[in-house]
């Protein structure tokens, strides 16, 4: 009786056992058959994964070159290749004598490299970031452990500051690096090219197999920059804007040179400035903008050439025209007077020029009236963007001009009340210089791919807006002012030169009026009937002195020289009828 039941115990348990297994089993032959039919394609990917090696072949980022007159290229920017020092101090048993070899090696304390030493669990420590080529081979016979060098790529400026706002600098950005500004961020793609990748098969311990398949993109490196910057000229405005700016302890200030025929740039200064190569270390991030195209200003008596033309242009005045100076004009509950508050009396339309009368300027506002001067307002660019190829730009502020208010008509007849870039006002004298055409300004003159391949940029007519006879007009008007003003400093004897200066009151911070402080700025052309070039130079809230005559002659002249010498332009040149007349 007890072997029945006891059979009968171990025939219930043989049975379970039994059952467990059978489970037991139909689990794994569904979960076999879960992996191997129903997600066969993912876990075969994931094997492939597993046996696959990819990996991104960088581009190298192309060449920035500044020029001279004669095309002759100098590197303005390039890439290096550098590698990071990478260490395992978890395998380093002499952490002492290690950091001795590294502090004799790079000459830094010996402290800093005890610190990044003394980590050990750490496998992975970075010991000195963008370590030249160069020195890598001497860096491998220190017979450091676990030592690593991890390849990368350095951005170089040799000029350091010389155009800073023009090339901009390479930066991190997001995983990568980038071009942040300038020439650099505008034409990222140009200069950085194409990355190239490859993939391949690899065994359990991660190395390429000898036999197996092979991907390859090959990468596309970056192409050549040429910019039409020439790095005499550059240095130069860079050298007499840093005078001004200490002489009269300015806040700010710019030089743009740029040829008036085709709108390239053959200079563009701003101060503050920095160096690509450490921008890491500025402050305040501002100083990386370009004033020249990315900053409004009230210019002032610099736009009176612009309303002159307006007008000359609709046959409502011609240089000879006179009106009466009273000293001021009554526009509703507003007067507005001259710089200097006097009453010159009876004046010619030259005369206003000359001696920048705020009382002319509103007669020949007032004689266009509103539609038309809102028209050629536009029609010189002021409030759109000029289209040069740099990053930031703004389409400068003249909505005030919309509301029909007399007395916004009246103050922007003399360049304030409207918030202009100073690339604008630049192009737009350059209209007046270059027969009334306006043009679109560039700062690159070509791209060259990795194959010699070139790629010119044309000069770009943006449209015509005044009749060439308007333009001599002006331009026998501006070498008036010039000859008749500004004590004879500005001009150069032999040459015509056409010019005019500004002197603008500064918006209070509170949008309430004007406060004390000024805008000087200085622009004009030469040879006045052939212009080879156009300077405009602009100090911000100097100090000493209120009017930019005083100020910004001597540079605005020292420029003109520079530059009829640079390109060996000869004396004697005459306009029709032997300007001014």
């Known amino acids: 009786m007890h072997d029945k039941k006891f059979q009968k115990s171990i025939g219930r348990r043989f049975i379970f056992i039994s059952l467990l297994f059978g489970f037991f089993a ?34 190298k980022r192309g060449k920035i070159f500044f020029q001279d007159k004669f095309g002759n290229q100098k590197v303005a920017a390039f890439s290096e290749d550098v590698y990071d020092v990478v260490v395992s101090p978890d395998i380093i048993e002499d952490i002492d004598g290690t950091a001795s070899l590294f502090s004799d090696f790079f ?77 650099e961020r505008y034409y990222d793609g140009e200069l950085r090219g194409l990355a190239g990748s490859l993939e391949g098969e690899k065994s359990a311990t991660g190395y390429w197999l000898a036999i197996g398949k092979r991907i390859i993109s090959d990468p596309v490196n970056g192409s050549d920059v040429i910019l039409t910057i020439d790095h005499n000229i550059q240095k130069k405005a860079e050298d007499e804007l840093k005078l001004a700016i200490e002489k ?80 001021e004009v009554r526009i509703g509950g507003y007067t507005i007077k001259n710089f200097d508050e006097k009453k010159n009396g009876v004046q010619t339309m030259t005369q206003v020029l000359e001696k920048s009368l705020n009382t002319g300027a509103v007669f020949v506002g007032t004689l266009l009236g509103k539609e038309r001067f809102k028209r050629y307002v536009a029609d010189f660019g002021f409030g759109e963007k000029t289209g040069i190829d740099l990053p930031g730009e703004l389409f400068g502020n003249v909505s005030n001009l919309r509301y ?31 027969g009334g055409l306006l043009m679109r300004p560039y700062v690159v003159e070509s791209i060259r791919n990795e194959n010699g391949t070139v790629y010119e940029v044309a000069p770009e007519t943006v449209r015509k807006v005044l009749n060439p006879d308007t333009a001599e007009a002006l331009s026998i008007m501006l070498v008036s002012v010039v000859k008749n003003g500004y004590e004879g400093r500005a001009g150069v004897d032999g040459y015509l030169v056409a010019a005019k200066t500004g002197t603008a009151q500064i918006p209070s911070p509170d949008s309430r009026g004007y406060s004390a402080d000024v805008i000087h700025s200085f622009v004009g052309y030469a040879p006045a009937f052939d212009p ?50």
């Open 248 to 327: 009269w302890s300015a806040e700010s200030g710019s030089v743009l040179v740029l040829e008036p025929k085709t709108g390239r740039i053959l200079s563009l200064a701003a101060y503050p400035v920095f160096d690509p190569n450490e921008y890491f270390k500025e402050k305040d991030y501002s100083v990386f903008k370009n004033p020249i195209v990315e900053s409004l200003f009230e210019l002032g008596s610099v736009f009176k050439p612009v309303t002159m033309a307006m007008a000359i242009n609709e046959n409502l005045v011609n240089p000879r025209t006179v009106y009466t100076d009273t000293g």
């Open 26 to 59: 139909v689990v794994i032959l569904s979960r076999l058959f879960y992996i191997g039919i129903i997600r066969h394609e993912y876990y075969r990917g994931v094997a492939e994964d597993q046996h696959r090696l990819s990996e991104i072949l960088p581009s």
């Open 107 to 183: 000459g830094k304390p010996k402290e800093l490299y005890r610190a990044h030493l003394e980590k050990p669990d750490d496998k992975y420590e970075i010991i000195e970031k963008a370590v030249p080529s160069e020195r890598t081979d001497e860096l491998g016979k220190l017979g450091i452990p676990g030592l690593t060098l991890i390849p990368g790529s350095k951005r170089l400026y040799p000029g350091k500051e010389l155009a800073a706002h023009v090339l901009g600098y390479v930066g991190f950005q997001g995983e990568g690096s980038a071009g942040l500004y300038g020439v």
């Open 532 to 581: 080879k070039f156009l300077i405009y130079m602009q100090l911000n809230k100097p100090t000493g002195n209120r009017f930019a005559a005083n100020t910004l002659t001597v540079p605005f002249h020292n420029m003109i020289q520079y530059l009829l010498n640079y390109y060996e332009i000869p004396p004697g040149q005459q306009s029709s009828q032997s300007a001014p007349q």
């Open 404 to 434: 029909m208010r007399d007395i916004d008509f009246a103050t922007a007849s003399f360049g304030q009340g409207v918030g202009i870039t100073p690339l604008q006002l630049a192009m737009a004298i350059a209209a007046i210089a270059n």
